[in-house]
Structures are given as C-alpha cells and as structure tokens.
C-alpha cells in the first residue's frame, strides 16, 4: 500500500513543521500567543465559553489534558490551550477562536486512544467529556438520539431496559464517539455489522464553525468521511443519530481452556471450521495468563494457556445451544483443560468479563490488525514469545469471523478493512519501571505478526510511532477519497491530521 499521497505528504510536512513541542510547564506558563506571534485574547474565549478554559501554567491545566486519558503512558505533548465544552455553541466558539488565531485543533472524546493523538504540540484541545447524554430514544422506531461520550456500557444499559440493543464495543469504558468515528469492532459484529454501519446521521461542527448534520441524504461527504476516519476527522462529532436492533432474548456463552501446546492446532481447527458456525456466533481465542486454578497445569508455559469464548445472540436458550455446539467438535477437545458450555448472559455481566480483561489504569501499547491468515499460523508464530510476557495482564486477542460471508462487504463509508480474523496483543502493564521490558516485548511480538497482516485498526493501533498504519487502516481507494475531502472541507488545515503535532519534545 503506497502511503506517499499528497495526504500523508502534507501531513508528514506539517508534522516537521508543528514539532516545536508545546511543554507543560516552563516561562510565564500562559498561551498568550499564537504559533504566529500575534497576542491572544484568553479571557475572551473563557467569556464566550460555558466550559472550562485553561491554558499552559494554569492550575488546572495538567488534570484537565491529562485526567481522563485511558492510557497511563503518557507523552510530554501538551496543547497551548484546552476548551471542555458543555454545549455545540461552546465548540463553535473554540473553532472560531482557533482559526482567527493560527491555532490547529485536536478533539478528545472518551480519551481511551491507546496512542493518545489527543496530546499534540500546541494548539487547541477541545474535549467533549461533558457531552454524555442520550437525547432521545424511540421505541417503536427503533432509534435513538445521543451525544459522543456515553460509555458502551451505558448506552447498553439504557436500551436493554427498553427491550432494544446497539452493536457499542466491548470495553466497557470506552466511549460511542472515538469508536464510531474509528468504524466500531462490535458485539455481534457478524449479524449487525460495526458499530458505525448503524450511524444513520451525525450532528458535527465544521471547520469553519459551523453547525452541520451529515447523512447518506445531506452533507453526505462528511458522513462517509466520519465513519472510519478516527482521530483524522475534519469535524467534531456532537450528537450520533442511530439505528437500534431488539435485544436478543438469549445470550449464552461457552468458553474452553487449552494448554499453549495446543492452540495452534486449535485455532488451526478455529480457522477453518468458521465458515461453518452461525454469524450470530462471536468466536474469539486469547493467549493470556492462566485462571489461579490452572496455573498449575500452565506452568511449564509460563503460566499462560488459550482461551476460546464463543458468545451466541439470538432468541432462544435452545437456538444459542445448537449455535454453540460446532465448538464441541474440536478434536482436541479431550485435551480441554476446562470448559463451560451455553452459559446464560447479558450484556452487563459480558461488560465485566470484558473489564477485567482490559483493566484500568495502566500503561498500555496496542498494535490491533486485520489478518486473513488462518489463526493456528498467527498463534504459531507467537505462542512462545507469549510465554516470555514480562506482565501477566497483557492478552493477545484473536477474533475469528463467523459465517459463510467472511470477510465482510465494506460499508460505504472510509471504514473499509475486513478480514478473516482480527486481532493482536493488548500489551499492559502497571509500573513506568517496566516501560522498556514491555515495550521490548510489545514491539517484538507485532514484528512476530507483520508478515501476515492486511491492515490496522485505526482505533486500536499505534498511528503516533508507526504513522503508516493510519494509511493502512483503510484501502488505497478511500485513503485518497478521505484526503481529497481533507482539502475540501477544511482547506486551512485547522484541524490536526494523523501525522502532524506528534513529536516528542525534549526534556526542558
């Protein structure tokens, strides 16, 4: 894939250009002038603002760009500014202000990136953590009305209540806005598509500041653009219109332990059995630390073993048992070192088993992919450096596509990677002591795994130390489309792209 279009050209260059390296503390610590010289007027834009304003060397400045960030590994780039918004009228004001005062802009959602492009040199962070609520939900019609930072969790259980269900993500945590806008890895991905093919419209400020909806009917270059762009969008995202399914009346989910000695050949059998289990069935096979009660079993593998879960949605105990069973067919089931079979569900209690394997408050690197190689080759290549993890929270995930209609047809929209299976290592760890050890590891486990992928997943990849993979995470095709819309819609370059603001700056 030839990542040397005028988009990443550009945005290389500008990236130069930005990477003075606004640093957090340091002289009189207030963003009183533009990139230009030119004196701003802060006070001014706290005045035409609801939300809170803060610029370098004010108390709240180091909290307010850094609280909410997911990710505890945390770069030195620092804006000049930061706006949290309380309302569209407040965004407009922050984008106004920015483009009369050279100022680029960066947009933070839920700040749950695991490569924090939400940190850039200088400019103008605007974060939407105070617009979180759900607007409006129609029963009947089966569509809802939202703003960005409503966690997967919350608007999960706000529908459920009401008998209705939205592919979010799995993290509990993380918020609708950076999810939608990356193209959206979901629950029951196989029937309901990504989270973001169930956008119907979005309400987003533009670079010009102004106030816009964006559909396949109007504005209808910015809704393909917003859906798959991730932290490249040309707009802030403020309220998500979208499309509901029922809830499934029976989620049951099965899970089987093997030893590392075996998962290759499982997920092997994993790989080409999947073609002949229900799209309603998600499959997934982890490498990660064994449960206490098999360590002992694990322990000439360090610990570490595979885990399969396969997790059917559909509407009745019986369906989701003949959906599950195919998985008891695995020839090494015998081999099995524990396993549960169509355990009921909801989506609260998958929300804590997903949070337990994704905790938070830790340093994190990520490098998730889209693969169509069989998944017994991507667990071959590395279940022995999984035995040599440094941290026992890391996981490497492998999610394995059901169904005869795999690898998926690519929505309308920049989103636009499909595969067999999709996945890689979450690689976590509590202590900055231990950065380097994990980071070692992490960077040799993804070099383990990058002669067999496709692309990246721009929401769960690292763009800021690998910038091609922000090519990568979308085809050619749309790359170029979403970089001729870039030079359109915000000719100026007011908003961030991938490439630029993201050096590190030194030590002062």
């Given at each position: 894939?030839?990542?040397?279009?005028?988009?990443?050209?550009?945005?290389?260059?500008?990236?130069?250009?930005?990477?003075?390296?606004?640093?957090?503390?340091?002289?009189?610590?207030?963003?009183?002038?533009?990139?230009?010289?030119?004196?701003?007027?802060?006070?001014?834009?706290?005045?035409?603002?609801?939300?809170?304003v803060a610029a370098q060397g004010d108390a709240n400045f180091p909290e307010l760009i850094h609280g909410n960030l997911w990710n505890r590994l945390i770069p030195r780039r620092a804006p000049q500014i930061v706006v949290r918004i309380k309302?569209?009228?407040?965004?407009?004001?922050?984008?106004?202000?920015?483009?009369?005062?050279?100022?680029?802009?960066?947009?933070?959602?839920?700040?749950?990136?695991?490569?924090?492009?939400?940190?850039?040199?200088?400019?103008?962070?605007?974060?939407?953590?105070e617009l979180n609520k759900v607007i409006s939900i129609d029963v009947g019609a089966r569509k809802a009305v939202v703003q960005p930072i409503i966690s997967n969790r919350d608007i999960q259980k706000t529908l459920n209540a009401k008998g209705l269900a939205y592919p979010s993500g799995h993290c509990p945590q993380v918020k609708l806005s950076g999810y939608l806008l990356g193209g959206g890895m979901s629950w029951n991905q196989g029937v309901w598509g990504s989270g973001a093919e169930s956008v119907e419209a979005i309400e987003l400020v533009t670079a010009e500041g102004k106030l816009i909806t964006a559909s396949?009917?109007?504005?209808?270059?910015?809704?393909?653009?917003?859906?798959?762009?991730?932290?490249?969008?040309?707009?802030?995202a403020t309220r998500y219109h979208l499309k509901l399914y029922p809830l499934p009346k029976a989620i049951?989910?099965?899970?089987?332990?093997y030893s590392m000695d075996d998962a290759a050949a499982v997920g092997g059998w994993l790989g080409e059995n999947a073609v002949k289990i229900s799209p309603g069935v998600e499959l997934s096979l982890f490498l990660l630390e064994a449960p206490a009660n098999l360590k002992e079993k694990t322990a000439a593998q360090g610990g570490k073993l595979a885990?399969?879960?396969?997790?059917?949605?559909?509407?009745?105990?019986?369906?989701?048992?003949?959906?599950?069973?195919?998985?008891?067919?695995?020839?090494?089931?015998d081999k099995c070192l524990s396993r549960s079979f169509a355990t009921p569900l909801v989506f609260e209690k998958m929300f804590d088993l997903s949070g337990a394997l994704w905790p938070e408050g830790?340093?994190?690197?990520?490098?998730?992919?889209?693969?169509?190689?069989?998944?017994?080759?991507?667990?071959?290549?590395?279940?022995?450096?999984?035995?040599?993890?440094?941290?026992?929270?890391?996981?490497?995930?492998?999610?394995?596509?059901?169904?005869?209609?795999?690898?998926?047809?690519?929505?309308?929209?920049?989103?636009?990677?499909?595969?067999?299976?999709y996945g890689g290592p979450w690689t976590m760890w509590k202590d900055a002591a231990d950065d380097a050890t994990n980071s070692h590891w992490h960077d040799e486990c993804i070099a383990l795994l990058r002669p067999?992928?496709?692309?990246?997943?721009?929401?769960?990849?690292?763009?800021?130390?690998?910038?091609?993979?922000?090519?990568?995470?979308?085809?050619?095709?749309?790359?170029?489309?979403?970089?001729?819309?870039?030079?359109?819609?915000?000719?100026?370059?007011?908003?961030?792209?991938?490439?630029?603001g993201l050096s590190e700056p030194k030590p002062s």
């Amino acid at each position: 894939m030839n990542s040397e279009n005028s988009f990443s050209r550009r945005g290389f260059v500008k990236g130069t250009a930005a990477a003075a390296g606004g640093l957090l503390f340091g002289g009189s610590g207030r963003a009183e002038t533009s990139k230009k010289g030119a004196t701003m007027d802060i006070e001014a834009l706290k005045k035409s603002c609801k939300g809170v304003v803060a610029a370098q060397g004010d108390a709240n400045f180091p909290e307010l760009i850094h609280g909410n960030l997911w990710n505890r590994l945390i770069p030195r780039r620092a804006p000049q500014i930061v706006v949290r918004i309380k309302d569209e009228q407040d965004v407009i004001a922050a984008i106004r202000f920015a483009r009369e005062n050279k100022l680029k802009v960066v947009v933070r959602g839920g700040g749950h990136n695991w490569c924090q492009p939400t940190l850039r040199n200088d400019g103008l962070l605007i974060d939407l953590a105070e617009l979180n609520k759900v607007i409006s939900i129609d029963v009947g019609a089966r569509k809802a009305v939202v703003q960005p930072i409503i966690s997967n969790r919350d608007i999960q259980k706000t529908l459920n209540a009401k008998g209705l269900a939205y592919p979010s993500g799995h993290c509990p945590q993380v918020k609708l806005s950076g999810y939608l806008l990356g193209g959206g890895m979901s629950w029951n991905q196989g029937v309901w598509g990504s989270g973001a093919e169930s956008v119907e419209a979005i309400e987003l400020v533009t670079a010009e500041g102004k106030l816009i909806t964006a559909s396949k009917d109007e504005n209808a270059e910015y809704f393909w653009a917003a859906r798959g762009s991730g932290s490249g969008f040309f707009g802030v995202a403020t309220r998500y219109h979208l499309k509901l399914y029922p809830l499934p009346k029976a989620i049951h989910g099965s899970t089987y332990y093997y030893s590392m000695d075996d998962a290759a050949a499982v997920g092997g059998w994993l790989g080409e059995n999947a073609v002949k289990i229900s799209p309603g069935v998600e499959l997934s096979l982890f490498l990660l630390e064994a449960p206490a009660n098999l360590k002992e079993k694990t322990a000439a593998q360090g610990g570490k073993l595979a885990m399969v879960t396969a997790t059917a949605f559909t509407d009745s105990p019986e369906e989701a048992k003949t959906m599950l069973k195919p998985l008891g067919d695995c020839p090494l089931l015998d081999k099995c070192l524990s396993r549960s079979f169509a355990t009921p569900l909801v989506f609260e209690k998958m929300f804590d088993l997903s949070g337990a394997l994704w905790p938070e408050g830790l340093r994190n690197r990520v490098e998730a992919t889209f693969s169509n190689t069989s998944p017994g080759e991507l667990v071959k290549a590395v279940a022995v450096h999984m035995t040599k993890c440094p941290s026992p929270i890391t996981v490497i995930l492998f999610v394995i596509f059901t169904g005869p209609n795999v690898p998926a047809a690519h929505p309308d929209a920049a989103y636009s990677m499909s595969s067999r299976v999709y996945g890689g290592p979450w690689t976590m760890w509590k202590d900055a002591a231990d950065d380097a050890t994990n980071s070692h590891w992490h960077d040799e486990c993804i070099a383990l795994l990058r002669p067999f992928n496709i692309g990246y997943y721009v929401g769960e990849s690292d763009t800021v130390r690998r910038p091609s993979n922000a090519v990568e995470s979308m085809l050619p095709e749309n790359w170029k489309r979403l970089a001729d819309l870039r030079d359109k819609y915000d000719p100026d370059g007011v908003f961030f792209g991938y490439f630029d603001g993201l050096s590190e700056p030194k030590p002062s």
